[in-house]
T-cell receptor, first 116, second 112 residues
């Protein structure tokens, strides 16, 4: 398996523009997580899905952020409108069911977002 | 609330020496504890986990961690450090659901 795939790797946009980040989890994994990493706040869980259903979105900073998972192999994180303070590295991770695999999350390489 | 603390932002160790990266946790039950590593421009990678059983857990790349319930600690250790171990290390805790709560990270630098 190619692992968790995120696109794009880098995104530079201007304040006010819509940004869409994409994630393809590992096949067979039924949990998908979106994280944000910054120097100031560290690694923050934004939202996670189980079997394509959002389970906990308490980490989503505000209404400008939304996430969807239309099927088991694809998820998006959208920011509209974007602001400079959204600049960060956004990670997607997935994990599989089962006791032995529990909480072993596989991370993508991340999307580095810069909002000017 | 469940949480983990990594008291050291930075740890420097000479190559070949033993290394320790510290982690403590707050408890309101029986925690599941994890260590992840992040290399530059990469996502986090799983190293090892403790759920139950032996207090000494062995993981990838020669790392191990010792669970100490009385001290609520889960320190990461390696007997002999390599330059390639230089990275950012995260401790994480879970209490039965699928969410992981990560610490703030410790940057480990191995000096040749």
């Amino acid at each position: 398996d190619a692992g968790v795939i995120q696109s794009p790797r880098h995104e530079v946009t201007e304040m006010g523009q819509e940004v869409t980040l994409r994630c393809k989890p590992i096949s067979g994994h039924d949990y998908l997580f979106w994280y944000r990493q910054t120097m100031m706040r560290g690694l923050e869980l934004l939202i996670y899905f189980n079997n394509n259903v959002p389970i906990d979105d308490s980490g989503m900073p505000e209404d400008r952020f939304s996430a969807k998972m239309p099927n088991a192999s694809f998820s998006t994180l959208k920011i509209q409108p974007s602001e400079p303070r959204d600049s960060a590295v956004y990670f997607c991770a997935s994990s599989s069911p089962g006791v032995l695999a529990k909480n072993i999350q596989y991370f993508g390489a991340g999307t580095r977002l810069s909002v000017l | 609330a469940q949480s983990v603390a990594q008291p050291e932002d930075q740890v420097n160790v000479a190559e070949g020496n033993p290394l320790t990266v510290k982690c403590t946790y707050s408890v309101s039950g029986n925690p599941y504890l994890f260590w992840y590593v992040q290399y530059p421009n990469r996502g986090l990678q799983f190293l090892l986990k403790y759920i139950t059983g032996d207090n000494l857990v062995k993981g990838s790349y020669g790392f191990e961690a010792e669970f100490n319930k009385s001290q609520t600690s889960f320190h990461l250790k390696k007997p002999s450090a390599l330059v390639s171990d230089s990275a950012l290390y995260f401790c994480a805790v879970n209490f039965g659901n699928e969410k992981l709560t990560f610490g703030t990270g410790t940057r480990l630098t191995i000096i040749p």
